[in-house]
């Protein structure tokens, strides 16, 4: 807002007008009532997505707020994954504490690879690649333990991406598509995904939602976040959802060529290890463009960006 802090907000269809917007004000959120409180007490909200979950920042650590009813799985699948993932040679926030509405993470040093590659921090951003690079295999194929991981399929994949497509759709105009053509690729692009036989399918540990601000070097180590959605399916998701968000900064004009291709190289090389399926890699990178088409339609300051990944989809 003009006091430079994060707020959530809304928006629907609206009569007469392609949409109705409306902001909450800072730090409030009826199903996070927790919320206010914690910014209220000097807290700095940093992500806030309305009626799901928010992130306040404090000196010593960062509380997850969420639904009621959520935030226990949370809890189980970041404390089992911070022992994969630092075995694997990550460093992983800790849980310190967890509650009915809440989680508490420990604070990890470092800057997101997000912010390397905007701010052209050409060594660092390399090292932060080699080192994922050094310890991905390892935690994708670690044993998750006595009690499986959730499950996501392709099938799974493909309901996320007619969801986004959904969600598009109900705004008219707001990219340029014929009436129904976006649910129409997300259809086709599911298709695909479901195409392969779920026993030919690889079956590694899953992020699902692996990008470049949800990883942190301090230039030794290297840190990962948000195990919400950690899961058991295709080792293809996390490595295309890293590629195409490296086309996605270059696209924003926030990544150099050069370092664009450095981050890919490491991709590439972890495909190789983890034997993943070239066919299967472009099929998930194609749902990943159309979902992050919708995604970032509706952020006016990257609307020709999401044209632009709409449009490559048509071609």
């Known amino acids: 807002d003009e006091h430079g802090r994060v707020r959530a907000g809304e928006a629907a269809p609206g ?142 994949e493909a309901r996320t991406l007619a969801r986004w497509a959904g969600r598009l759709e109900a705004f008219p105009g707001l990219l340029e598509a014929p009436p129904g053509a976006v649910a129409a690729w997300a259809r086709r692009i599911g298709a695909e995904l479901s195409a392969l036989p779920a026993d030919r399918r690889g079956r590694v540990v899953l992020h699902r939602d692996l990008h470049d601000q949800q990883l942190l070097f301090d230039g030794a180590r290297l840190g990962l976040l948000d195990f919400d959605t950690a899961a058991l399916g295709e080792p293809e998701l996390d490595l295309a959802n890293l590629s195409v968000h490296l086309e996605l900064r270059a696209a924003q004009g926030l990544l150099e060529p050069a370092l664009r291709a450095a981050g890919q190289e490491a991709v590439t090389a972890v495909a190789r290890v983890l034997g993943a399926d070239p066919g299967r890699l472009a099929v998930h990178a194609e749902a990943t463009r159309l979902r992050l088409a919708c995604v970032y339609a509706f952020r006016p300051r990257w609307r ?7 449009d490559g989809l048509r071609s």
């Open 15 to 156: 009569a007469g007008r392609p949409w109705a917007v409306r902001v909450l004000p800072h730090g409030e959120d009826p199903r996070l009532p927790g919320l206010a409180a914690a910014a209220a007490a000097g807290g700095r909200v940093v992500v806030h997505r309305h009626r799901r979950r928010a992130v306040v920042g404090t000196p010593d650590r960062f509380v997850k707020f969420l639904a009621r009813g959520r935030a226990a799985r949370v809890a189980e699948l970041s404390d089992r994954l911070h022992g994969l993932g630092t075995a694997a040679g990550f460093a992983v926030p800790a849980v310190l504490a967890r509650a009915e509405d809440r989680v508490e993470f420990s604070v990890l040093p470092g800057r997101s690879l997000h912010e390397l590659g905007a701010a052209g921090r050409n060594d660092a951003y390399r090292a932060a690649w080699a080192e994922w690079a050094r310890c991905w295999p390892a935690l994708a194929t670690a044993a998750p333990g006595t009690e499986p991981l959730p499950a996501h399929t392709a099938e799974d």
């Open 304 to 310: 020709a960006v999401a044209q632009d990944l709409l």
